[in-house]
């Protein structure tokens, strides 16, 4: 069964880092695009990063440039977000989501509706930031 599994979240302080990582089982990253997006308690999921499979150009949503970066190991099939100086603010659940026709720039603007037409969703991983 094709799937997509989240790991590498925590408890981290207020500056920290902390880098999560996706992996896909059942086919390979190198023919589709790869997001991740968060969500807060109570708040809508919103999209953070995104990356194209064949260029790897990546998109951030604004409140991250420069803080977060996304990467590409197709070697591991793993994809990466690798977060730093992170804020209470970026406390949320994790996801990555994969897709061969996802438009990597639409990613900062996330809808609900876009996030579910994806082909392939991961169930998360929690990141809580402590201030």
């Known amino acids: 069964e094709a799937q997509l599994v989240e790991s590498g979240g925590g408890l981290v302080q207020a500056g920290g880092s902390l880098r999560i990582s996706c992996a896909a089982s059942?086919?390979?990253?190198?023919?589709?695009?790869v997001g991740w997006a968060r969500q807060a308690s109570g708040k809508e999921r919103e999209g953070v990063s995104c990356?194209?499979?064949?260029?790897?150009?990546?998109y951030y949503q604004d409140s991250v440039k420069g803080l977060f970066t996304i990467s590409q190991d197709n070697s591991k099939n793993l994809v990466y977000l690798q977060m730093d100086s992170l804020k209470p603010e970026d406390t949320g659940t994790y996801y990555c989501?994969?897709?061969?026709?996802?438009?990597?720039?639409?990613?900062?603007?996330?809808?609900?509706?876009?996030?579910?037409?994806?082909?392939?969703r991961g169930k998360g991983t929690p990141v809580t930031v402590s201030s």
């Open positions: 990356i194209t499979s064949s260029d790897q150009i990546t």
């Open positions: 059942g086919f390979t990253f190198d023919e589709y695009h």
């Open positions: 989501v994969a897709d061969p026709k996802v438009e990597c720039r639409r990613w900062p603007f996330l809808t609900r509706t876009y996030y579910y037409s994806m082909r392939f």
